[in-house]
């Protein structure tokens, strides 16, 4: 796929520059959705301790209707999961146009984007952004969101980061955030994904209602214990095991060093809060 001119002209045209903008109250104040004022004063924080992160966004691409998911029968079911993950072929793989499109428009665009794959359920995908460090982790992934939404367009495609979809045996979708810090990426560091991971284990609360933006209430419908979930009322760590909240890659493991991966957050999360509410956890900041 290419992108097409209109998408070059309003995405991603070196004639012209997109800018993310914070929100502010008429007296100067962050407003209160303005989760990136408070994620930076952390991050400027622990600016010593170089925290990387790694987001794999995952998204649902929709009919222009916004109710059927793309490729799927209407007022009916693809066959069950299995064959869609990673596939190829046309009775596989639905909108691959648009997320080629949107990944040489995120490139042309600055983004950090490092990936793309077909996911679970049909019709879902997912990108990955990163590694970026500190504040940046949010900037490229809600700048890559927007440009994501815009390259849809020209498709005539809607995109849902809803965590739940459909009902049923359907994977969700989610945004999980991969996360280290210089200790952890030096010799010796698993040690310090340990300590890390234990600190956020007496936290499971406090991080669920910073994971979604209905603190919560989205992703009770995602985090089941199923579907390649582990359940939200319960916090689970090992090494690559896609059924706990946090999961240490294979290689990580056998490293001694590296990072982990965070599988809770859903994918309409707000990437400042979910970093934020990491570091604040992982470096002692609350």
């Known amino acids: 796929a290419v992108v097409s001119t ?79 993950y990673c596939a190829v072929g046309a009775q596989n793989v639905f909108g691959r146009k648009v997320v080629e499109a949107h990944y040489r428009a995120c490139m042309f665009a600055g983004i950090r984007i490092a990936g793309s794959n077909a996911e679970v359920m049909p019709s879902q995908w997912e990108y990955q952004v990163g590694p970026c460090e500190g504040i940046d982790m949010g900037d490229h992934l809600w700048v890559s969101r927007w440009i994501l939404c815009r390259v849809a367009e020209e498709f005539n495609v809607v995109v849902s980061f809803d965590p739940k979809p ?76 896609r059924g706990a909240s946090i999961r240490i890659p294979r290689q990580c493991d056998n490293d001694g060093k590296g990072y982990f991966e965070d599988r809770r957050p859903a994918s309409n999360c707000d990437p400042y809060s979910v970093t934020s509410r990491i570091v604040r956890t992982i470096c002692d900041l609350d």
């Open 166 to 241: 459909k009902a049923g045996e359907w994977n969700g979708a989610g945004c999980h955030t991969n996360i280290s810090t210089l200790k952890m990426r030096q010799d010796g560091g698993m040690a310090h994904i340990i300590t890390a991971i234990e600190k956020m284990s007496h936290k499971q609360r406090e991080h669920i209602e910073e994971y979604d933006p209905k603190k919560g209430e989205d992703n009770t419908r995602r985090l089941t214990g199923r579907h390649e979930t582990a359940s939200i009322e319960q916090f689970s760590y090992g090494v690559a095991h």
């Open 6 to 84: 209109q998408v070059r002209e309003a995405v991603v045209s070196t004639q012209s520059t997109g800018v993310m903008c914070e929100c502010y109250t008429f007296d100067d104040k962050p407003h209160p959705t303005n989760k990136r004022s408070e994620c930076l004063s952390v991050m400027d924080r622990v600016a010593e301790e170089h925290p990387w992160f790694g987001i794999e966004q995952e998204y649902t691409l929709y009919e222009s209707d916004g109710i059927t998911p793309l490729g799927w029968p209407v007022n009916g079911f693809p066959g069950p999961q299995g064959p869609y």
